[in-house]
């Protein structure tokens, strides 16, 4: 990571573009929300930070929204050296993504889409930074800058997915414990439950909407994109932990669950539900664990393919004239 100090003397034009990018912010502060239904303020940035303190936001896949920022910018930082050295220059065609970003946003003010609006936002601020500093630039700031999507509360939008995703961890779950660990559960849907016996007290246990999995699969996702930016050289071994993200967060939440329907038959149903609410890192910890093999068996897989190719170019006699 470079220092501040040295980056900030390297790079030209910075009033310009500080004044540029401020009048960028107050015009989505000033007109960047048409919608009152849950936030009651014109500005996109008050409309996000309003959202942000629902305390709906606590159970759905947005919680994470709120730290993506500090996220960009740890990331932003580590490209510092980068940025320094990297060739800057006046770029006009930069604006067409501004240009795209005001259009994208008119739109969505007209039809009160205050998420599409962030992502104008986004697609302007881009082009702004590529208009003063060139395509080089934005090349280098693409991934730290668009993972401020998942900054947006897109929950609204997975809510469809959620059934789906507690019935399959249920299933999954469920049958797992009924076929090998040989426990006597009764699955109606999405609800488990066991009768009580003489060792334990049984338990009556529903895969609600905050255990479907689409809370840790947003999670796991972001992580996966940061993994694979930070760690993966191969696009395939990239792409491939990114598809795998949703796959791996669901098998996590299914562990859990696992572990939830064992101690509920071993202890009752208080311990289960003690594992259920505070034993949430062991969806987390058994995603991360899958990302991070995954991620690495992808990449030996594609050094393995790149290196005889290497080999058979240094094997290759040049023929003399």
Not at 176 to 202: E, H, M, N, P
């Amino acid at each position: 990571m470079g220092r501040p100090q040295e980056f900030l003397r390297a790079v030209p034009n910075k009033a310009l573009f500080a004044a540029l990018f401020g009048v960028w912010c107050l015009f989505f502060h000033v007109v960047g929300n048409s919608s009152f239904g849950y936030v009651h303020s014109s500005s996109l940035f008050g409309w996000l930070t309003g959202w942000y303190k629902l305390s709906s936001v606590v159970e759905s896949g947005d919680e994470l929204c709120p730290l993506i920022p500090f996220l960009s910018l740890i990331l932003l930082g580590l490209k510092l050296n980068e940025l320094k050295e990297v060739p800057k220059r006046v770029w006009p065609a930069g604006l067409v993504l501004v240009a795209a970003g005001v259009v994208l946003h008119v739109a969505a003010f007209l039809v009160q889409q205050v998420r599409i609006s962030g992502f104008a936002f986004l697609i302007g601020g881009a082009g702004l930074m590529a208009m003063i500093w060139g395509p080089a630039w934005l090349r280098i700031v693409a991934f730290p800058w668009f993972l401020l999507i998942f900054a947006i509360p897109l929950d609204a939008y997975t809510n469809s997915a959620t059934f789906p995703l507690r019935l399959l961890s249920t299933i999954l779950s469920a049958g797992f414990c009924k076929t090998v660990l040989g426990l006597k559960l009764i699955r109606q849907g999405t609800a488990v439950s066991q009768d009580a016996s003489a060792s334990a007290g049984g338990f009556a246990f529903d895969v609600v909407a905050a255990c479907s999995g689409i809370r840790s699969a947003s999670v796991v996702l972001v992580i996966s994109l940061v993994y694979a930016h930070l760690n993966l050289r191969s696009l395939p071994a990239r792409i491939g932990v990114v598809l795998a993200a949703v796959p791996l967060a669901v098998l996590g939440n299914v562990v859990r669950l696992i572990v939830v329907f064992v101690v509920g038959s071993a202890f009752g149903e208080s311990a289960a539900k003690t594992i259920e609410t505070r034993f949430g890192f062991l969806t987390y910890g058994s995603a991360l664990v899958g990302v991070i093999l995954l991620g690495n068996l992808l990449q030996r897989s594609s050094n393995k393919v790149a290196r005889p190719a290497v080999d058979t170019l240094k094997g290759t006699a040049v023929p003399s004239e």
